[in-house]
């Protein structure tokens, strides 16, 4: 059984070195909730149920992780970690949505009667929200960051739309997950480094260690939708390879064997289920997913090593054993 | 002609009153595609497209004479002008495509390749842009204030998505029209009157002078939609009632002719055409329009009104001659 940290639905941190984080963890969930009193009940409700279902909070274990080693006040911390994870939730509702309309699958609800009409204005909402809570830290700073990286994963999206079904380098890869994953990342870890009263020399080495663990969780993350249990991860195994997304597996698979034109066609539609199912095998047993995860233990390694200069202790060490972690997991 | 000011599309101010404001509207104007270099073409040119498309500038022109009295600093007057245009724009974007779904009338598309993802994504995109000329500002307050009134209005935009079709008392159209239209006025106002140096007293009275005129200009709007020019005002006359959508002479018509069925058969969907066309001539003579009017008229005093402890000069005059100006104009 995977750690409950990853189980995608509870917030509750069961992996030993992160434990001590967990009362602060159930006021950032509390925090999320907070300024939504008093408006319309499908509102609040959705919110509460996106909030329920929600993640791993990898993200505000980061901001809470690094204020704490440079002394920020918890109660900063657990908004900025609040307004992060819920800019993150808006993204997500947005993108169900895109996502949807691309596939035609039909309307991509949280519920039953939950209309794309009503899923644009509850990211609108949750998008509030986060400002609301981002407001409270009362750094302009910290805010600024906040919308430019708002504006980093929308152009990401924007970018992959409209590039969907290219064949990407591994240097688009690299920039399309900065854009998607490792800019709130970055954010996550540079405002909390912002809002501390420490010395603004950490604030790149904690933007440069949130940026290397995204890229190293998103890898991960594409190498799992090739390698990963189709009932864990809830969907179909090449989920990405089959919406014509070609990540790092297929994108080293694809230098390797230039010769194999299943890849072509996936992307440009005309590949049969069967084949597809082999082109999976073939990568699968290729050696690239090795590839890939030496890349993202790269990064994993990059990440630790922005933390030298940063004060020891316990919070320190949790941000290392976070980024060997994150690489190992399998869900 | 109506002067090109209230046009739709042109900033510039034909009316004499305003013109001492031009160069800082094109400031303004200038400020709204600031920060948006560098990211996807296709967000950049949208921007362009709506900024160039832009509407009557009338919040700004707000922002302007408010600060300008108040003795704000013009470069902040602008970056916040910018921004809540910027804002304003982002909910149009949204709802387009919120109407556009509900009317199932196909894509409401800006050009012909925008699909209901770009234009999640292109508002968005234009929410983080407002957000950033928000945050030049440097005033946590107005932050603040700028997000809660964005909730506002998704508040107002769900409650009106699941509450079609509704017949509505006129207490519930003045707070509809509030959250749609007063909120982002008031908002104009009291955000300039917030970052301005003088006295905090004015806060409240400016954040007064925005509802009232906000609530003035929407019922016009509505009138508008009854007793305008279709060609001119670009859509079919009685739009809203049509979209089962009762707007105040709609509201008033109901108390004064409660016998009249056609009106519940609009709201419930079980009019004929020709039925509805009758009713609007209806309602256009049956005296319920001047009672609409009669309230904006009140608004537009009131405005006024909360104008008197301000400094004497053009500033205060302009914003006197714009509240009058909004009750008698024909687009």
Redesign the interface.
């Known amino acids: 059984m995977p750690p409950a940290f990853f189980s995608g639905s509870k917030i509750l941190i069961d992996v030993g070195f992160l434990s001590f984080l967990e009362d602060r963890l159930k006021l950032v969930d509390k925090k999320m909730m907070s ?1 939504s009193a008093g ?2 009940h ?2 609040t409700a959705a919110l509460e149920h996106l909030r329920e279902s929600g993640g791993k909070r990898i993200r505000p274990i980061i901001t809470l992780l690094i204020g704490s080693i440079l002394g920020a006040a918890d109660e900063k911390l657990i908004s900025l970690s609040a307004s992060i994870e819920l800019l993150h939730t808006a ?1 997500l509702v ?1 993108d169900d ?2 996502d949807g ?2 596939l035609r699958r039909g309307n991509p609800t949280l519920n039953s009667h939950w ?4 899923t ?6 949750i ?3 986060a ?2 809570l ?7 700073e910290a ?2 960051l ?3 990286t ?2 980093i994963i ?2 990401g ?3 992959q ?2 590039g969907r079904n290219k064949f990407s380098s591994k240097e688009d890869y690299y920039h399309r997950i900065f854009e998607k994953t490792g800019s709130l990342f970055a954010l996550s870890a540079k405002a909390a480094a912002l809002i501390s009263p420490a010395d603004r020399k950490y604030i790149k080495p904690a933007e440069e260690y949130g940026k290397e663990i995204g890229k190293a969780f998103q890898i991960v993350d594409d190498v799992l939708d090739f390698t990963g249990d189709q009932d864990r991860v809830g969907k179909p195994i090449g989920n990405d390879l089959r919406q014509g997304v070609p990540t790092l597996p297929a994108i080293y698979y694809g230098e390797k064997f230039p010769e194999d034109e299943v890849l072509g066609k996936i992307l440009d539609g005309s590949a049969s289920d069967s084949a597809v199912e082999e082109l999976i095998k073939r990568i699968n047993q290729s050696g690239v997913i090795q590839l890939a995860m030496d890349d993202a233990r790269e990064s994993s390694e990059k990440a630790i090593n922005t933390l030298a200069g940063f004060p020891d202790g316990r919070d320190r060490e949790a941000l290392e054993k976070l980024a060997t972690f994150i690489v190992d997991r399998d869900l």
């Open positions: 300024r408006y319309h499908d509102l993204t947005h949505l895109i309309a691309l209309t794309p009409a009503a644009v204005l509850t990211g609108d909402f998008f509030a929200q400002a609301l981002a407001a409270e830290i009362e750094s302009t805010m600024s906040f919308a430019e708002l504006s929308v152009n999206e924007i970018s739309l409209f």
